[in-house]
């Protein structure tokens, strides 16, 4: 089966820098996507990788590893409006999407 | 703006009920889905629509019914609710057909069953 994980729940300081992990087996890879999710909203798009390296956008920057099945989200200058669960999920060989569970960022002044 | 719009927000209903959650885009998406989001579990798809007139199964599609008559409007049907059924529901949206990937989540619909 498909198994995608990253840590429940995490916790950082406003101004500092935190890299949120996703580890993933899958039936093929198609893409790894991240998207945050603030309490009790709907989830939205931050990035997408499907070639080894680092993405950038802005205080957001994504990596991919696909030899390794892993990547991270790296959030930079925290504020505390990241307070918010962070979402990965992996496209597999039958472009589907599969979801991990999400890691919720606690954001402390 | 609208975007993508999830109806109703909430909902209480007994077990047994016949419930439909209204989900309506105004981006002329080709691809639309269900999912459900359950406390400690990921997004899971329950069914989905690559255009309209055709439909798809999901990993959790059992107990749950959809149709896409047109473009905007993709309705998910509970036969007769069960309280496994309790989630908070979203439907979401993409500009092309399941490989695109970046979807377009409403608002969510909260659904308990007792």
């Known amino acids: 089966g498909q198994n995608i994980d990253q840590p429940t729940e995490m916790t950082a300081t406003e101004g500092a820098i935190v890299q949120i992990n996703c580890t993933y087996q899958?039936?093929?890879?198609?893409?790894l996507f991240w998207y945050q999710q603030h309490a009790g909203e709907a989830p939205t798009f931050l990035s997408y990788?499907?070639l080894d390296g680092l993405e950038e956008k802005g205080r957001f920057s994504s990596f991919l590893s696909r030899s390794k099945g892993y990547s991270y989200l790296l959030l930079k200058e925290l504020q505390m409006k990241d307070s918010a669960s962070y979402l990965c999920?992996?496209?597999?060989?039958?472009?589907?999407?599969?979801w991990g569970a999400g890691t919720k960022l606690i954001i402390k002044p | 703006i609208a975007g993508i719009t999830q109806a109703p927000t909430s909902q209480i209903l007994a077990a047994g009920r016949r419930m439909t959650l209204r989900c309506t885009q105004d981006?002329?998406?080709?691809?639309m889905y269900w999912y459900r989001q359950d406390l400690g579990l990921g997004l899971r798809l329950i069914h989905y629509s690559n255009t309209a007139g055709t439909t798809g199964k999901g990993e959790v599609p059992d107990g749950y019914s959809v149709s896409r008559a047109n473009t905007d409007d993709f309705p998910l049907t509970l036969a007769s609710a069960v309280p496994s059924q309790t989630s908070v529901y979203f439907c979401?949206?993409?500009?092309?057909?399941?490989?695109?990937?970046?979807?377009?989540f409403g608002e969510g619909s909260r659904l308990t069953v007792l």
């Open positions: 899958t039936s093929g890879f198609n893409g």
């Open positions: 990788n499907v």
């Open positions: 981006m002329r998406h080709n691809a």
């Open positions: 999920a992996v496209m597999d060989s039958n472009y589907q999407l599969n």
């Open positions: 979401a949206s993409s500009l092309q057909g399941a490989n695109t990937g970046e979807l377009f």
